[in-house]
């Protein structure tokens, strides 16, 4: 099935430097989403984003739904050591009933 | 709110083998996913119901798999003549109707087929 590109696929940072990364579709989503996965758990909801080109934050967390509907960031700040995982993004479009589309994953890890 | 909760956490099996696993979503939420995920992907969707309805089935959904929710609470997924190919986490998410694009997931359950 398709799935979102995401990039970078992994990076490893030290521990208080800010972390971006992005998502991109061929296609529109009508929303966004950002999760974050620990190893043998579930995804867990972060950010949801529902209008282009809006802005929203959850803490340290950042993110932005891209003014063309085919992207999404997100911003970590100040990282510390259980900001690692597997970052996912997920868009939802009306077309498609209500599915999440899933990216591929950005794996963080950070260096205390 | 207790969260969505899945049992069991764990499956080994034998290929060809039966097998059962169950999804408990938020009490107040009338909309349960299922997704797989196998390992470095990301989740892909199966199948989703509005309380006992299933609406939707995924292409990925082969007839040996089949899911219920009789009572538009839990929901079972089952499959049948277990294939090494179905080694995966199968991962259940639920949502208010209002708000489908809020999928709250489980924490999975791990299958391995050998």
């Known amino acids: 099935g398709q799935q979102l590109n995401q990039s970078p696929q992994s990076m490893f940072i030290q521990e208080g430097e800010d972390v971006s990364m992005n998502c991109t579709s061929s296609?529109?989503?009508?929303?966004w989403l950002w999760y974050k996965q620990d190893p043998g758990e579930g995804p867990v909801l972060l950010i949801a984003?529902?209008?282009?080109?809006e802005l929203t934050s959850n803490g340290r967390l950042t993110a932005q739904f891209g003014i063309t509907r085919k992207d999404s960031f997100l911003n970590i700040s100040a990282s510390i050591p259980s900001d690692v995982g597997i970052y996912f993004c997920?868009?939802?479009?009306?077309?498609?009933?209500?599915?999440?589309?899933f990216g591929t994953g950005t794996r963080l890890a950070v260096r205390p | 709110d207790t969260g969505v909760s899945q049992d069991p956490r764990h499956k080994i099996t034998k290929r060809g083998q039966n097998v059962t696993f169950r999804c408990d979503p938020i009490?107040?939420?009338?909309?349960l996913y299922w997704y797989r995920q196998t390992l470095g992907q990301g989740p892909e969707f199966l199948t989703y119901?509005?309380?006992?309805?299933?609406?939707?089935k995924s292409r990925l959904l082969s007839d040996r798999f089949s899911a219920e929710r009789p009572k538009g609470s839990f929901s079972t997924l089952e499959i049948q003549r277990t294939e090494q190919g179905d080694s995966a986490m199968y991962l259940c998410?639920?949502?208010?109707?209002?708000?489908?694009?809020?999928?709250?997931f489980g924490p999975g359950t791990r299958l391995t087929v050998t």
């Open positions: 998410a639920s949502s208010e109707s209002a708000r489908s694009y809020e999928q709250y």
């Open positions: 296609s529109i989503f009508n929303t």
């Open positions: 984003l529902y209008k282009a080109g």
């Open positions: 997920a868009g939802q479009r009306q077309s498609s009933g209500d599915k999440l589309t």
């Open positions: 009490s107040e939420h009338n909309r």
């Open positions: 119901f509005q309380n006992e309805a299933q609406l939707e």
